[in-house]
């Protein structure tokens, strides 16, 4: 709050002799001194003073929301760098790298205008709409948490989604600071169990030769062991689920081009008959 002049009245003033002058320069020097913005440097974001127990917290479940007025303004910037809202996050999904953000925001108001709070589950995006509800894995330990979006960011670097400090460590990535996650949106009503199925049944299926199917895990390992010095592609055995109990060798995935060849050369070397599977 200097303004011009004042450090020369200041300077002046202290230049006299008499008592009365010493003592009103010194209040004048108080009250410009108090004046003074000094910018207290930004606190570091993190977790709580100590580790909380965060297996209790509830996933968010999804349920049908209006899109708030607040938060949802297409494009906008931030950082010189204009972002775009997506008019809905039906079949959204996406991959790469999470955070997560703690005691600097908590209890501050996000993009929406609620309370950010660390112990619940929720998470900033830059593109879905919000609210929005989406499964976010771990793709490094296959756990699996279900949030709500209601804030905007995270704006640094590649990362696609900011977590609460709850939902990272039901992730288990809270002293790693990051994950690759994989993002999946879900509708009102939808469980993550039941995304992961349709996730199933919609992915793009690879061909397979199986060579093979035994009711010994023994004999599948061991004819798998023979076929890997036959072929450089992989060599897997894959057991049947539920009631199936058969374990199954399959090559592959393989090109179109290579199924012929291959199945000519197992049928010579190996007197195996293979066939073509698709998973």
């Known amino acids: 709050m200097n303004r011009p002049g004042e450090g020369a009245l200041i300077q002046q003033t202290t230049v006299s002799a008499t008592p009365s002058a010493r ?34 917290v509830k996933d968010a479940v999804p349920r049908q929301e209006p899109r708030t ?65 989406v499964k976010v894995t771990n793709l490094d330990n296959g756990r699996s948490v279900v949030v709500r979006v209601n804030d905007r960011g995270p704006f640094h670097g590649d990362r696609i989604i900011d977590l ?31 995304a992961a199925a349709i996730e199933a049944d919609t992915a793009v299926k690879e061909p397979f030769l199986q060579a093979g199917a035994f009711g010994s895990k023994s004999a599948a390992l061991a004819l798998r062991q023979r076929l890997s010095q036959l072929t450089t592609l992989p060599v897997t055995v894959k057991k049947g689920r539920g009631g199936d109990l058969l374990y199954r060798v399959h090559i592959g995935p393989v090109d179109d081009s290579q199924i012929a060849e291959l199945k000519s050369l197992l049928q010579r070397r190996q007197q195996v008959s293979a066939h073509v599977v698709y998973r």
């Open 69 to 133: 007025r607040a938060g949802n303004a297409s494009p906008y910037t931030v950082f010189g760098k204009e972002y775009h809202v997506l008019r809905s996050s039906r079949g959204f999904r996406q991959t790469g790298v999470a955070s997560w953000y703690g005691t600097k925001f908590h209890g501050r108001t996000t993009a929406n205008g609620e309370i950010y709070d660390m112990f619940a589950m929720t998470a900033a995006h830059k593109s879905l709409p919000i609210p929005s509800y």
């Open 164 to 194: 609460t400090y709850a939902a990272a460590a039901k992730l288990d990535f809270v002293d790693r600071g990051i994950a690759t996650v994989e993002v999946v949106a879900l509708e009102p009503g939808q469980s993550a169990a039941q």
């Open 23 to 56: 003592s009103g320069a010194l209040a004048l020097l108080l009250f410009l001194s108090a004046c003074v913005s000094v910018d207290k440097p930004e606190p570091r974001d993190g977790g709580p003073e100590r580790p909380v127990d965060v297996s209790g």
